[in-house]
Structure formats: C-alpha cells, structure tokens
C-alpha cells in the first residue's frame, strides 16, 4: 500500500517517481548490498566493546602488580581505590556525554571520537610518570589517565552500540540480535579472558622481580584493540535508519513524555544488573583460596582469573542464539530468575561447598551461574535499551540507561563490604548474605522486565520510529524535517531522477 508521501508524488509527477521513491524508502534489508556490507558496520561499531573488557579488566590484574611493587605506599594511600575505580567516573561521563553527540552531531564522528580517546589515554596510561620520578606523581598521572580513559570507554556504548543496532536492520530477519550480542556483549567478555590471560603471560615472562615492566605492557596492550578498529571506523558511514530520522530540534518534553516510564524501566534492571554482579566475585574468593598457597606465583592467581573469566564466554554465546528464537525481553527474563534461583541454591548450600574438598563442585556451580546471567541481562539489556526507543533520540536513552547501570556498580562496590561485614565473624554467613541479596534483586528484575518491558521483535527499531513519528504528528512536530541533509538531498535527487525520466 502506497504512503502518503508517495501518493503525492504519484500525483504530481508520475508513478515512475514514485517507483523510484518507494526503493529510497526501502526496507533496510532490502537495501542492495552484499553480506559483508552489511555484516561489517555491525562490527566496526560494536567490536569496540572489546577494548571495554580488557582496560577494565586488566586494571584488577594492574591494581595487584602495583600492591606487589610499592607495598604500603600504593597500600595505603587513595591511589589503590582511584586507581581501579575511576574509570567508573569517566565511563559515566563518557556514556552521558556521547549519548548526547551520537544524536545531535553523528553517530560516526563520535565513535571516531571515541576511538582516538581510548587510543590516546591507553598508552599515556602505560607511560604514566611522576615528575622527578616521585611515586605519588606516577599514582596521580595513572589516575588522571585512567579517567580519560573511561570516557573513550564510556563513549562505545551509546555511540558504538546503537550505531551497531542500527546497522542490524541490514541483516537477516531471525539473525540481528545474534550478531548485536556477538559484537558488543560477546566482545566484552572476550576482553575480560584476555585482560586475564595477558596479566598471566606477562607474570611468566618478565617473573615476580620485573613486574614495573609487566604492569606498563599490561596497559599498553591496550592501544591495540582500538587502533585495529580505526581503519574501519574512518570508512564507517551513518546507518541507514539514522540517516532516516535524526532530529534538528529536540522538543525534550515531548520526548520525555513519551519515553520516562519506559526508560526507568530499563534503566532499574540495568542498574540492579550491574550492582548485583559486583557480589558475584566473591565466591571466586573463596575456591582460589583453596586452590593457590599463599606464597603462589602472580602468574598462577592470574591463571585462574582467566578460567573464571572463560565462565561468561559460553552463556554469551548461547544467549545470542536464544535471544533470536524467544525475543531479548523473554530471554533477559529467563536468564536472569534462572540466575536467581542458581544464586539461592549455591547460598543454601554454601557451607558445604566452602571447603577444599568441594572445590571442583564449587567451580561447576559457580561457572553456571556466571554463564546464566550473560544468557540473561548480560547479552541482552543493551539489545533492550538499544530497541525500545526511537533512532533520533536512542543514543540519548541508551547513554542514560547505561549511565546508571555503571553507578550501579559503583553503589555496589561500597555497600556490599558492609553487607559482609552484618555477618560478623561468621565466614559461612559471609558467603551467604551477598548473595542472599543478589539473588533476590535477579529475582526481582525479572519480575519487572516481564511486567514492564514491551515484547521485541526482529522489526522493532523500524516499528518502534513509527511509534515515534506518530507521536510527535500527534502534537504538531513537523516530521518532514527528520533525516540528515545526505538523506534529503538524496530524496530530492531520487525525485528529480524520476522527473527526467
């Protein structure tokens, strides 16, 4: 069935043009282009979530080699926290303010932008140096680089992330969500083996006496990934469905009316999400106790944090599949009560399975866990946020969701310890109580994405414009202004064709 706006055009000047017109306007995937033009956006936009995973999980690995160098002069000074956590800061810095740019100035500048921050900040932070060769001063250019860094990091998701669901419109129907999760949660999790992995080859080669050197290598890795990326990111074109309907004046209460509720919703389940998971380290605690001898090697402590890291690698995988067949809200919902329950029984059991005997028990439960809660919220809250709102203002709505989910983190990190410590000096409640909490708050989530969240299908971001559009018509937004000067121009270009003709 014919638009309105091609009827018009049929009207005026021809069913020719509006043959012509209605190819312009084509569905996404009907868009003639080969399979790796419509594969490789996707992963020039979210492959960057990589560099996530490894510069926020290699500061851990980072964080202890410091400790091990400069004892109690890292040890008891502000430098230990700021050091690991400051990248929190900027991250959230960087997730407000690219939401912002990617909607209002461009998708591919600010992912450029993005890169050329994580390129610069990551090797500056391996050669980060006091003046005068001053101890303190190294902390505080560490610290100073590392915030920088958290906002290159914090600028891939509403700028990368949203570019790349953008692009999924191109693919296959029944395959988009798979290669969305394969390309950003996926890539973040790989990240996290590596920045495990590489912690541990460095320890073996440059061994316990020459970790100065280790710890720089560690985070000058780093530039690596982004800098593989920035070839195809300079070629990076804006996706389609932005081209379509990016906004030149934002009329914020329209936009807040129609989206708050739904927004707090994601948000919520992002931020219990994220604050939940920092408890999830503590059992690794505890059967790592059991398996190194406290005069271990690094290179074995770090041995093992890649085993547990390789936990999220198969739920990502099994989650990007499933998120296809079932929708992301049912398979976020799935994976996370799944989750939930898993959490209550490793809880009501802990006192058995906290001895050395249980070990390899302990392992095996734990790793199903992890890999439950990447099939759940892991792979899919950012497909949620990235497809329940409309092009023209999702890099704003995702920056926020995402925002939240890492001052989730951030809230957890500092309640948590006093959680713990309720227990008293019980080590068995210890275990317990985090997780007690946890498990609740999975529970929880679940509940409200089941009751909250709107069912999200292959077409959604498509349908989910149009729900958009009619709402601004509906209170007089001039929608004929949607799209760049690019699309316009190749709109009228299309029209004049058809005119010749």
Same mark, same amino acid.
């Given at each position: 069935?014919?638009?309105?706006?091609?009827?018009?055009?049929?009207?005026?000047?021809?069913?020719?043009?509006?043959?012509?017109?209605?190819?312009?306007?084509?569905?996404?995937?009907?868009?003639?282009?080969?399979?790796?033009?419509?594969?490789?956006?996707?992963?020039?936009?979210?492959?960057?979530?990589?560099?996530?995973?490894? =510069?926020?999980?290699?500061?851990?690995?980072?964080?202890?080699?410091?400790?091990?160098?400069?004892?109690?002069?890292?040890?008891?000074?502000?430098?230990?926290?700021?050091?690991?956590?400051?990248?929190?800061?900027?991250?959230?810095?960087?997730?407000?303010?690219?939401?912002?740019?990617?909607?209002?100035?461009?998708?591919? $500048?600010?992912?450029?932008?993005?890169?050329?921050?994580?390129?610069?900040?990551?090797?500056?932070?391996?050669?980060?140096?006091?003046?005068?060769?001053?101890?303190?001063?190294?902390?505080?250019?560490?610290?100073?680089?590392?915030? =920088?860094?958290?906002?290159?990091?914090?600028?891939?998701?509403?700028?990368?992330?949203?570019?790349?669901?953008?692009?999924?419109?191109?693919?296959?129907?029944?395959?988009?969500?798979?290669?969305?999760?394969?390309?950003?949660?996926?890539?973040?999790?790989?990240?996290?083996?590596?920045?495990?992995?590489?912690?541990?080859?460095?320890?073996?080669?440059?061994?316990?006496?020459?970790?100065?050197?280790?710890?720089?290598?560690?985070?000058?890795?780093? +530039?690596?990934?982004?800098?593989?990326?920035?070839?195809?990111?300079?070629?990076?074109?804006?996706?389609?469905?932005?081209?379509?309907?990016?906004? $030149?004046?934002?009329?914020?209460?329209?936009? =807040?009316?129609?989206?708050?509720?739904?927004?707090?919703?994601?948000?919520?389940?992002?931020?219990?999400?994220?604050?939940?998971?920092?408890?999830?380290?503590?059992?690794?605690?505890?059967?790592?106790?059991?398996?190194?001898?406290?005069?271990?090697?690094?290179?074995?402590?770090?041995?093992?944090?890649?085993?547990?890291?390789?936990?999220?690698?198969?739920?990502?995988?099994?989650?990007?599949?499933?998120?296809?067949?079932?929708?992301?809200?049912?398979?976020?919902?799935?994976?996370?009560?799944?989750?939930?329950?898993?959490?209550?029984? @490793?809880?009501?059991?802990?006192? $058995? =399975?906290?001895?050395?005997?249980?070990?390899?028990?302990? +392992? +095996?439960?734990?790793?199903?866990?992890?890999?439950?809660?990447?099939?759940?919220?892991?792979?899919?809250?950012?497909?949620?946020?990235?497809?329940?709102?409309?092009?023209?203002?999702?890099? @704003?709505?995702?920056?926020?969701?995402?925002?939240?989910?890492? #001052?989730?983190?951030?809230?957890?990190?500092?309640?948590?310890?006093? #959680?713990?410590?309720?227990?008293?000096?019980?080590?068995?409640?210890?275990?317990?109580?985090?997780?007690?909490?946890?498990?609740?708050?999975?529970?929880?989530?679940?509940?409200?994405?089941?009751?909250?969240?709107?069912?999200?299908?292959?077409?959604?971001?498509?349908?989910?414009?149009?729900?958009?559009?009619?709402?601004?018509?509906?209170?007089?937004?001039?929608?004929?202004?949607?799209?760049?000067?690019?699309?316009?121009?190749?709109?009228?270009?299309? +029209?004049?064709?058809?005119?010749?003709?």
């Amino acid at each position: 069935m014919a638009t309105a706006e091609e009827k018009i055009i049929e009207q005026n000047l021809g069913s020719e043009a509006a043959r012509r017109y209605s190819i312009h306007e084509a569905a996404l995937d009907a868009t003639p282009k080969s399979r790796w033009e419509r594969t490789w956006p996707v992963l020039a936009c979210g492959a960057g979530l990589f560099s996530d995973g490894y =510069l926020n999980g290699v500061i851990g690995s980072v964080n202890t080699m410091l400790k091990t160098i400069y004892k109690d002069e890292y040890v008891k000074s502000d430098a230990q926290n700021n050091v690991s956590s400051i990248a929190f800061a900027g991250t959230v810095v960087g997730q407000l303010a690219f939401g912002y740019l990617s909607d209002h100035w461009s998708r591919r $500048h600010s992912l450029l932008v993005s890169t050329i921050i994580l390129i610069v900040f990551a090797a500056l932070g391996a050669g980060s140096y006091g003046a005068g060769g001053s101890i303190q001063g190294l902390f505080a250019a560490l610290t100073a680089f590392r915030f =920088l860094l958290g906002i290159g990091i914090g600028g891939e998701y509403p700028a990368g992330s949203v570019a790349a669901a953008e692009s999924t419109g191109e693919l296959k129907r029944g395959h988009r969500n798979r290669w969305f999760i394969c390309f950003t949660n996926l890539a973040i999790d790989v990240g996290f083996v590596v920045a495990a992995f590489v912690p541990m080859i460095c320890a073996l080669i440059f061994t316990d006496k020459h970790l100065r050197a280790a710890w720089r290598v560690c985070l000058g890795l780093g +530039v690596i990934p982004p800098l593989s990326l920035l070839y195809l990111r300079i070629k990076l074109q804006e996706p389609e469905e932005y081209n379509r309907n990016k906004m $030149h004046h934002y009329p914020y209460w329209l936009i =807040l009316k129609f989206y708050w509720w739904r927004l707090t919703v994601v948000a919520l389940i992002w931020f219990i999400y994220d604050f939940s998971a920092y408890s999830f380290g503590i059992y690794s605690s505890s059967w790592l106790a059991f398996l190194l001898p406290s005069d271990a090697p690094l290179w074995k402590s770090f041995g093992w944090n890649t085993v547990i890291n390789l936990f999220y690698v198969p739920g990502a995988v099994i989650g990007a599949f499933l998120s296809d067949w079932i929708g992301p809200k049912y398979c976020l919902i799935t994976g996370v009560l799944l989750q939930g329950i898993v959490g209550f029984i @490793m809880t009501a059991i802990y006192k $058995h =399975l906290d001895q050395a005997s249980q070990v390899g028990g302990f +392992v +095996v439960i734990y790793g199903i866990f992890l890999a439950l809660g990447e099939i759940g919220p892991g792979d899919n809250i950012g497909l949620v946020a990235s497809k329940t709102s409309a092009t023209s203002v999702r890099g @704003m709505y995702y920056g926020i969701a995402a925002a939240c989910g890492k #001052i989730g983190a951030f809230v957890g990190n500092y309640i948590f310890p006093d #959680i713990i410590k309720a227990a008293g000096d019980d080590i068995i409640k210890q275990g317990q109580y985090p997780f007690y909490v946890s498990s609740s708050l999975c529970i929880f989530s679940g509940i409200i994405a089941f009751v909250f969240l709107p069912n999200i299908g292959q077409d959604t971001i498509t349908e989910e414009d149009e729900r958009f559009r009619q709402h601004l018509i509906k209170h007089g937004y001039d929608v004929s202004t949607l799209g760049t000067r690019k699309y316009h121009e190749e709109k009228t270009l299309a +029209v004049e064709k058809a005119q010749e003709k």
